[in-house]
């Protein structure tokens, strides 16, 4: 052993203190694959948890169980991000008068630009409010369209819509589902649905859960992203709610409702599968 240590060039205690702490054949894949791990969270901004973080893995080509990718998340302190509390009440509600509720809580669609719903939240700045609408497809969980200002105005929601009807080019009629605010209840948002042949449906009054598609999103937004970062500007935030929408929540993030996919690929793969026919 000392002559082998001397044609090695090592020290005979250097060699047997590697004998006594060699790693295991599955230590030593443990510490590839947490590698892996690691890049796939921090891919994800942070915000994924064991399952989705298995998903890419196995995409990736790796074998591994979800377990063994949960146990060494555990041991390193990746930790998904987790939800708000659902909000109380919200179940009752007066009828809008401008235009009925025909969507109904019908968040399943069988096809892309059927359905869509709309809302508008507010992000905090050093420099004052920055107001965010978007448009969601129903049946993959995109934003197809959206919008950002400094005043929560008709504008700012029509923005937001138009961009949705450029983008998606809608053959048929869609219906968009908002709540009762002003600005969609105003005459300009009730004329554009009529000239661009979409559908008006409202939520109840007071009523969220009328309109849980979009509360969903704005709270992965916040939860992943904003609540995570202090904006100087507004063009800060505009610039960061840009890349989570179109970087990251669109093209990658994964949804149970879809399959454990983005929703582009969700809708790649049902285009696919329509030409495959």
């Given amino acids: 052993m000392r002559r082998l240590c001397r044609i090695m060039a090592v020290h005979p205690s250097g060699y047997y203190a590697w004998r006594r702490n ?13 590698g892996l791990i690691k890049h796939a969270w921090l891919e994800s901004g942070g ?8 998903q890419d893995l196995r995409e990736a080509g ?26 109380p009440g919200g179940y009752g509600g007066k009828p809008a008068v401008v235009t009925p509720n025909r969507l109904d809580r019908r968040f399943d669609v069988t096809a892309p630009n059927v359905a869509w719903v709309t809302d508008i939240t507010y992000i905090r700045t050093h420099e004052g409010w920055l107001y965010l609408s978007v448009v969601i497809d129903l049946f993959s969980r995109q934003v197809v369209g959206w919008s950002m200002k400094p005043r929560m105005t008709t504008d700012l929601a029509l923005d ?19 709540d ?23 939520s109840r009054r007071g009523n969220c859960h009328d309109n849980a598609v979009a509360e969903s999103f704005f709270q992965l937004l916040k939860r992943e992203r904003i609540k995570r970062r202090i904006y100087s500007t507004r063009e800060a935030a505009r610039s960061d709610v840009f890349d989570y929408i179109e970087m990251f929540y669109n ?16 809708e790649r793969r049902y285009t696919q599968s329509l030409t495959g026919v």
Avoid at 47 to 54: A, L, M, T
Avoid at 62 to 87: D, I, W
Avoid at 181 to 196: E, M, R, T, V
């Fill in 160 to 178: 937001a819509l138009l961009a949705a009807v450029w983008r998606r080019k809608p053959q048929g009629v869609v219906m968009v589902h908002s």
């Fill in 62 to 87: 790796e074998t591994c169980g979800k377990h063994r990718v949960a146990r060494l998340m555990r041991r390193e302190g990746l930790r998904s991000q987790t939800g708000y509390r659902p909000r």
């Fill in 47 to 54: 915000v994924y948890g064991y399952r989705k973080i298995h």
């Fill in 22 to 34: 060699a790693l295991s054949e599955r230590a030593q894949d443990d510490q590839r694959l947490l």
């Fill in 180 to 202: 009762q605010g002003s600005q969609f209840s105003s005459a300009d948002w009730q004329s554009f649905l009529k000239a661009n042949h979409l559908e008006g449906s409202m």
């Fill in 251 to 266: 093209p990658r993030r994964r949804h149970s409702t879809s399959d454990n996919l983005s929703p582009v690929e969700y």
